[in-house]
């Protein structure tokens, strides 16, 4: 069980769009009758020997390692997804003139219909449930990653095409899962929309502090980049703003760490990837 675990997980190393749609949903169907095969083979085991050779034996990590690659195979299967041309082609466009123009994000769930229609065929609810909350954080973490590394200045005009974005989003995934998951997926895209658009540095700390809640690990470079983004803010103010979210993030910490990692910034590129910081720029 353990070497087809490990042939199983060398075919991750191959990029996704290679390995291909239906191959990733038979990894995920065949993974997941395999544990339930394993849990029952371990049960009439365990069942069938005295006591004390009961206890030596443990199926445990190995039915575990049959959830785990039915787990990676799920999110294979969302990065064919995000490894498609076309949609390439899209998340391209977020946040300049065609994604304001409302030419982005509802062709993106278009395609993500298309696809949604033909992995339901090859993968049980279950698991197509999985499947679907995965696609939506990583739709949400390209949201917030495109966001930090844009150049334009935000304007209204950028807040009410978030704000838009929200709802398609919304609109699209409650078809397939609880409203009560994607709101808690789509939330962190309000709050950067709510701090894109504070008026006072006291509004920037409050919606960070928000944020914090929820996203414990979204560090204060997020705050620097989107008042790096904005116009009309003093140095002063910018500064200030800047200082406090770091003095909030500080605070929040338990033993130097975040009480726990949220599904966004552990992922956003640009935040791992960025060596100078803003705040540089501001001193």
């Known amino acids: 069980m353990i070497d087809f675990q490990s042939a199983e997980r060398q075919r991750f190393e191959e990029p996704a769009s290679e390995i291909g749609l239906e191959p990733l949903c038979a990894m995920i169907n065949n993974n997941l009758r395999c544990y339930d095969l394993a849990m029952e083979l371990s049960t009439s085991t365990i069942e069938a020997l005295p006591q004390s050779y009961a206890e030596q034996v443990n199926f445990e990590d190995t039915c575990k390692g049959f959830l785990e690659v039915a787990k990676e195979a799920v999110h294979q299967t969302v990065s064919v997804i995000f490894e498609d041309p076309g949609v390439q082609e899209l998340l391209v466009k977020l946040y300049h003139k065609d994604w304001l123009e409302g030419q982005v994000t509802e062709y ?167 060596k100078v910081s803003l705040w540089r720029k501001l001193t």
Do not use: W
């Open 108 to 274: 993106l769930v278009a395609t993500f219909g298309d696809y949604f229609t033909d992995v339901k065929m090859y993968i049980e609810e279950r698991s197509f449930r999985r499947f679907v909350e995965a696609c939506l954080e990583e739709t949400v973490v390209v949201y917030v990653d495109h966001l930090l590394i844009q150049k334009n200045y935000i304007k209204e005009e950028t807040i009410e095409r978030m704000r838009l974005d929200e709802e398609v989003l919304m609109d699209f995934f409650r078809e397939y899962i609880t409203v009560s998951k994607v709101e808690n997926r789509v939330r962190i895209l309000s709050d950067l929309r709510d701090l894109a658009s504070a008026e006072s540095p006291d509004s920037f700390t409050l919606v960070y502090t928000n944020i914090l809640e929820h996203q414990p690990n979204c560090p204060p470079e997020v705050v620097e980049k989107i008042v790096g983004l904005r116009e009309g803010i003093p140095r002063k103010d910018a500064k200030e703003v800047v200082q406090e979210c770091k003095d909030i993030y500080e605070h929040s910490l338990v033993d130097g760490n975040p009480s726990k990692t949220g599904f966004v910034f552990s992922k956003v590129k640009c935040l791992s990837a960025s």
